[in-house]
């Protein structure tokens, strides 16, 4: 379903009502939000996926559309796509219906304005809209009444239950508002969890200690919860003036032992270049999240996109390898943020993870993910380091390489910008540098000798593949479920290490593959030619690059997927 209307009219409270109500019921649900760069006014909507298993991307087509008001409603024709018979909900006295809606919907004129107003001054329209929600969702008043008593304060819960059993009333009596949703008993608690409050989740479980950051859309989320966390567990936050500081106190920190992290979008990814490069060249362990958005510059804030691929791999200058890590969902999240954390540590190098807008700030329902570690706040030293050798001369590198914190027993070192020794004095000689070069390059082998790295789905014996990263992961194992269900047979391929490449690990999955699709939402096609870069892939590669701002529908990726499969077919009977 969708809600859409000017920004103001409580939209995106109404989604979150709902989602939140549907995860009591022990549904599973998604919920995702787009909006304009105005603080009140613009356009506003929500959209909201309820069943009995999980989601990680909205229906190609919607049952039901809410409609606060027309004026906004243009901006989100491209995602109103109505089913057969899908309804339309909307405020009766709002007017002529445009012409976009398309005439087949089942226009459903609702009072909701003369609603409020039966209960008095204050009620809000959209929590009466809730409550006949409900009432035809299927979804339980109890646990609804419990979601609005935690989100309202005692002053307001009783105007706003008022409103919502108004609706609720309403519904009741209107007699075509049937159940359409039945509810799930459950004994489960699911969680209700956002992609960056699950990267904050991930943090605090791998020990975080510091977090430095700067506000922007669409990564303060992570900021924020860790603000109101991070704190209770001895760790440090500093909302720092610029996105150059915020990643130069990370290093700080990081080198003083604490487990430290920052967090931006695409502008302070920018700035943040030189910061990855010292963090690089002093071995200090950090973790770098960016949340995706349409750029360049300032672009779409709102908008999710997938274009800051190239930058993640070879953004800073000189000969900088790091590790570049990409979930693919709101578990994902958690799980690969402990995961940089842990390699951060291990290799003493800047990771960076990589997550976008639609992936950061949409809204699942989920079973808990189990917490544990929560204590590793500091990293370890080695106590028979010798006093002031930041690593070994002779050391390759690798993950089990002895270091040296600043602060502790024998620890006190030397962290240089400049090429330097083994003890951290710079030295300029060319077999340092190329000493130094080597150990920077190769110390990652053993992370991209790593398996378990390259996600697969389908069947692993087609010659139709489809690969894809990050947030566009979860519309592939849909479309690859959707081809397989009319008789297509494909093989879906999800990287979540970009860097350091497995050329290895992936040729090897790719056997029996005639043709590859390669989906992503860049319209400079960035995946398409990393790939080309660093793998070697089948003969015929198809790239289905385009810009972001609208998610993934799977139906994109089903027709050329059955086409192609259709074409295997025919070619084999000939």
Not at 532 to 541: C, D, G, I, K, M
Request: aromatic letters at 8%; hydrophobic letters at 45%; glycine letters at 12%.
């Amino acid at each position: 379903m969708a809600v859409f209307g000017s920004g103001g009219r409580g939209v995106m409270l109404l989604g979150d009502l709902l989602i939140e109500t549907a995860a009591a019921c022990g549904l599973y649900g998604l919920l995702t939000r787009t909006y304009g760069p105005e603080v009140r006014g613009g356009e506003s909507a929500c959209f909201l996926r309820l069943g009995s298993r999980p989601f990680e991307m909205m229906p190609d087509a919607l049952d039901l559309v809410v409609a606060f008001d027309w004026s906004n409603g243009e901006h989100f024709q491209q995602e109103l796509q109505f089913k057969p018979n899908g309804w339309l909900i909307y405020e009766e006295t709002v007017g002529d219906l445009p012409h976009w809606i398309p005439p087949e919907a089942v226009r459903c004129p609702v009072p909701w304005k003369r609603l409020a107003d039966e209960i008095g001054f204050g009620a809000r329209p959209n929590l009466v809209v809730f409550g006949a929600l409900c009432r035809l969702l299927g979804l339980e008043d109890e646990p609804a009444r419990a979601v609005m008593t935690a989100r309202f304060g005692e002053r307001d819960v009783e105007l706003a239950l008022r409103a919502f059993e108004h609706g609720a009333a309403w519904a009741q009596q209107a007699g075509k508002w049937g159940r359409r949703l039945p509810a799930v008993a459950t004994d489960v608690r699911r969680w209700v969890l956002t992609g960056n409050e699950a990267i904050a989740l991930g943090a605090l479980q791998a020990g975080c200690g510091f977090f430095s950051g700067y506000p922007i859309t669409p990564a303060t989320d992570i900021m924020e919860a860790l603000s109101r966390h991070l704190p209770e567990r001895g760790g440090v936050l500093v909302q720092a003036e610029d996105e150059l500081a915020a990643i130069n106190m990370a290093i700080g920190a990081s080198f003083a032992g604490k487990r430290a992290m920052t967090a931006t979008s695409g502008p302070g990814f920018s700035l943040m270049a030189e910061g990855l490069g010292l963090a690089l060249m002093a071995e200090v362990p950090l973790v770098v999240v960016d949340v995706q958005r349409v750029g360049p510059s300032t672009g779409i804030a709102t908008k999710t996109e997938q274009a800051d691929l190239w930058a993640a791999v070879a953004s800073s200058h000189g000969d900088n390898p790091r590790v570049v890590l990409a979930p693919s969902s709101v578990r994902g999240c958690a799980e690969l943020t402990v995961r940089a954390f842990d390699i951060a540590g291990a290799y003493r190098v800047p990771v960076v993870l990589l997550s976008d807008q639609f992936l950061g700030g949409r809204v699942e329902i989920l079973d808990p993910i189990p917490l544990e570690g929560m204590d590793r706040c500091e990293q370890t030293a080695d106590e028979h380091m010798e006093a002031g050798r930041r690593v070994h001369p002779s050391d390759p590198g690798g993950a089990d390489a002895p270091t040296a914190l600043s602060g502790r027993p024998g620890g006190d070192c030397v962290a240089e910008s400049l090429e330097h020794d083994s003890s951290g004095r710079p030295d300029s000689s060319f077999r340092t540098h190329q000493f130094q070069a080597r150990r920077r390059r190769e110390k990652l082998q053993a992370l991209a000798g790593e398996e378990g790295w390259i996600e697969c789905c389908g069947d692993a014996s087609a010659s139709v593949a489809l690969i894809a990263w990050g947030s566009t992961g979860g519309v592939v194992r849909e479309a690859v479920r959707a081809a397989e269900a009319q008789g297509t047979k494909v093989k879906g391929i999800i990287l979540h290490l970009l860097f350091p490449a497995q050329p290895e690990q992936l040729e090897r999955i790719l056997q029996g593959a005639e043709v590859l699709y390669v989906a992503e939402l860049s319209s400079m096609a960035q995946f398409f030619y990393y790939l080309r870069a660093f793998y070697r892939l089948p003969s015929r590669v198809v790239s289905l690059a385009r810009p972001g701002g609208i998610p993934y529908r799977a139906g994109e990726l089903v027709e050329a997927l059955t086409a192609t499969g259709a074409a295997i077919r025919g070619a084999q009977h000939e």
